[in-house]
Structures are given as C-alpha cells and as structure tokens.
T-cell receptor, first 113, second 114 residues
Framework: DQQVKQNSPSLSVQEGRISILNCDYTNSMFDYFLWYKKYPAEGPTFLISISSIKDKNEDGRFTVFLNKSAKHLSLHIVPSQPGDSAVYFCAARDTSNTGKLIFGQGTTLQVKP | NAGVTQTPKFRVLKTGQSMTLLCAQDMNHEYMYWYRQDPGMGLRLIHYSVGEGTTAKGEVPDGYNVSRLKKQNFLLGLESAAPSQTSVYFC?????????????FGNGTRLTVT
C-alpha cells in the first residue's frame, strides 16, 4: 500500500506563473514531510521540509503547506523558472528511531519559457 | 567535496549473476540507506543502517543483502540477479535521526538485468 501518493505524474506551467505540486498521505504517525528535487542522471536533492506541528514553511520561492486534517501537503513555487524543471518527490518520515523516509511516486514539472 | 559516491554508474547483468554496489560517504554520517527508483513507484527503501556494523530491512529487501563494515561504506549485494531488479539504485546518508536531517543522495547506479 502506498502511504505517500503523488497523483499527478506531470505538470506543465509557464515561466513566471505558480507551480503547485500535491501530495497525499495515509499514515497519521508521520512527523516530518520533505520535498526533494531530482534532475536527470543525478540523485535527489533536499528542497524544503515541514514539521507536522506546523501548517506552512517558506524558503524563498518555495512554500510548503500542510493540511493535517486532509492528510495533504502541497509545494508552491512562485515564480516558476525554467531551471525548476525536474522531478519532485514528496517524502514523509515515520516516527520510529531510524529516520527513514517514505517517498511518493514523483511529479515531473516542466516550466516553459 | 565528494559527498556520496556510488560505483559503478552503470551495469548490465545476466539473470543469475551476482554483483555488489558500492556506496561511500565522506561526511561522517551515521545513517545510510539504499533506495531503488522505478517508473511510477517513486523511491523505495531496500535496506538501511543506523551505524557501523548494523543493518535493517526496508520496504523491499527481498533479493538483496547489505553490509556496513566501515562507517563510511554501505554495500548492496545481489546474490542472484533477476530481471525484476532492473532499476536505478540510490544510496543516501544522513547525519542523524533527530531534528530533521535531510538525506544526501549519490547520483545512482543504473542496473539492467537481462
């Protein structure tokens, strides 16, 4: 069973507009949520995170929103730039002592100039 | 400034062959992980280690073995490769489990089993 789901495999937006990437989860025991960005032929790189006790975290053009009642989080990129074109993975950390992450399937974002 | 290094970058195996994927990190991280990435499946955890000499199973451990004899190295072994193990394998490390310590990933090993 997929505990972290990204139901949109791809998203295309125009440069300068907002990109919204969505993620749903089923496990109430997750304590942190993270977004990773991945370019082709490279490993994922950490982008932004949010604790389960918060509902928003902002870092420059990137903002993550968490709606615990809906078990939903989203990543907003404003304004979108062509260099943001990549695969974005949502991940959640379980509350055990290992810190291991459960990843979603990924969403491919294309930002058109 | 190497970070996490994976070798090899590419490999083609025949069914039944064995191989070992190597992962080395130079950040003195305690935690190390092996993930596989498949289309439509995201990244799935195979095995992980919370310190030198320790290993544990992740979500999809069957068909793989691991060893962490030295803190900086985490090896992933395939004893008898199967076509279902065709995937991109990523090694990652993190400093601790505590305050969120993001994973640092290597650039992956693309494995094809024919």
């Amino acid at each position: 069973d997929q505990q972290v789901k990204q139901n949109s495999p791809s998203l295309s937006v125009q440069e300068g507009r907002i990109s919204i990437l969505n993620c749903d989860y089923t496990n109430s025991m997750f304590d942190y949520f993270l977004w990773y960005k991945k370019y082709p032929a490279e490993g994922p790189t950490f982008l932004i995170s949010i604790s389960s006790i918060k509902d928003k975290n902002e870092d420059g053009r990137f903002t993550v929103f968490l709606n615990k009642s809906a078990k939903h989080l989203s990543l907003h990129i404003v304004p979108s730039q062509p260099g943001d074109s990549a695969v974005y993975f949502c991940a959640a950390r379980d509350t055990s002592n290992t810190g291991k992450l459960i990843f979603g399937q990924g969403t491919t974002l294309q930002v058109k100039p | 400034n190497a970070g996490v290094t994976q070798t090899p970058k590419f490999r083609v195996l025949k069914t039944g062959q064995s191989m070992t994927l190597l992962c080395a990190q130079d950040m003195n991280h305690e935690y190390m992980y092996w993930y596989r990435q498949d289309p439509g499946m995201g990244l799935r955890l195979i095995h992980y280690s919370v310190g030198e000499g320790t290993t544990a199973k992740g979500e999809v451990p069957d068909g793989y073995n691991v060893s962490r004899l030295k803190k900086q190295n985490f090896l992933l072994g395939l004893e008898s490769a199967a076509p279902s193990q065709t995937s991109v394998y990523f090694c990652a490390s993190s400093y601790s489990k505590g305050l969120i310590s993001p994973l640092h990933f290597g650039n992956g090993t693309r494995l094809t089993v024919t």
